[in-house]
């Protein structure tokens, strides 16, 4: 018996032409497999490539990202006040105190009218012609000749019982020699002498004087001679007041107005008619006789702690000159001990603090003290102004410590006592949501 083999049929026949059982030629079914496979590759390639560049960009952009800036927590100091000072104020006339850099006045009458202030006008003839005849420190300015002409005004000074200097003919003097003999003794001639010198005339002098004082803004005196010896040379007490600062201002007035006597060539030793010079801190300034009143403006300086305070006054219209001295000694001994120099800041007190989320802290310290002097119970306040920090090196500038004292305005400087520095890549990449964005 014989056997026929069969041959066993395959998955798929053949196609005689070499199609796959789709009908696709082999080469292009090839073709499509191999498209298949590379975008599977390529395509997993892009995803893995994505996600590098993703993590690249996550990476770069949390280790570049500026880290929060910080806000200080500020302290501010408790301002600081004395009480009231209490005031042995005079119960006659009228007066004024004030000190010099302090504003306004510390005690005042509540009658504030224009009076008769006599020869405390020579105190304005001072100002003025030194206005015009500026003299240096240290100097004594031009030289003034007197003439015949000077001692016939010396003479109707005494014929009008006017306070004099003597005078003769032929005698030549400085300029502060001249204004010596008319402000310590209260030499009316001199006055005059000194105003028709300056500018040819004592009328003209009046014009010039009214026009300074219009300048400086003493609007309450009125100036009607050179000497005072006129009622109408009259005054506020506040505007004298402001008239004794601007005499002070002026060394070459504030130095005589304190000389208790002095030796003049032809005129012989000339004394200070103010009789408080030298007593309770007084070291000034001009004083002033009517028929009727005693009048004195005056000075005084005194230590205040490590500062020292010039106290500018006046009174008006006492009967006497013992009855005026009396009340202006009272009234100084009540003020002086109302001056207080207060440490409003230690250098280096800490005012404020920076916290970093990351764990750095810094204080904000003053770079310097500061002491101010006040008045009475005048409070001392600081103010704290800091700006917000990201990183800084230990000292930088980081605010300004403000300290008012009623017009004083003292600023001072903060630094960082500690630098605030980068948090690092570890917290930056561990801390990401804790970042701010650019």
Known sequence: MSHQLVPTPASAPADPDGRDPRGVPADEARRRM?????????????????????????????????????????????PVSQPPQPLALPTFGEYAVGAVGFDGLLAASEAQAPMAIA??????????????????????????????????????????????????AGTSLTLTQSLEAMLLPSGNNYAISIATWAFGSEAAYVEAAREWLAAHGLTETEIADASGLSLDNVATPADLVRLGELALAEPALAGIVATQAVDLPGVGRVENSN?????????????????????????????????????????????????????????????????????????????????????????????????????????VQVDVTTEPVTTAEAGARVGVATVRAGTQVVEVSLELDAALSDPGAWWRLTNPGALTAD
């Open 34 to 78: 191999y498209r298949r496979r590379r975008l599977v590759v390529f395509g997993a390639l892009a995803v893995v490539l994505a996600l590098l560049i993703s993590g690249i960009a996550y990476v770069a952009g949390v280790l570049g990202a500026p880290v929060p800036a910080v806000a200080a927590e500020v302290t501010e100091p408790a």
């Open 119 to 168: 020869s405390i006008a020579k105190v304005v003839t001072a100002l003025v012609v030194l206005d015009a005849h500026p003299v240096a420190e240290g100097e004594s300015g031009p030289a003034i000749d007197y003439s015949d002409a000077d001692v016939d005004i010396y003479w109707d000074m005494v014929a009008q019982n006017g306070s004099v200097a003597p005078v003769a």
């Open 275 to 379: 009789k408080l010079l030298g007593t309770h801190g007084v070291d000034g300034i001009k004083t002033g006789t009517t028929d009727d009143a005693a009048n004195l403006l005056f000075s005084a300086d005194y230590a205040v702690g490590d500062a020292s305070v010039t106290v500018v006054g006046v009174m008006l219209g006492a009967d006497t000159h013992a009855q005026l001295r009396e009340a202006i000694a009272a009234l100084l001994d009540s003020v002086a001990p109302g001056f207080h120099q207060v440490t409003a800041l230690e250098a280096g007190t800490e005012l404020a603090r920076y916290s970093t989320v990351w764990g750095d802290a810094a204080g904000a310290r003053t770079v310097e003290g500061v002491s101010v002097v006040v008045w009475g119970d005048t409070p």
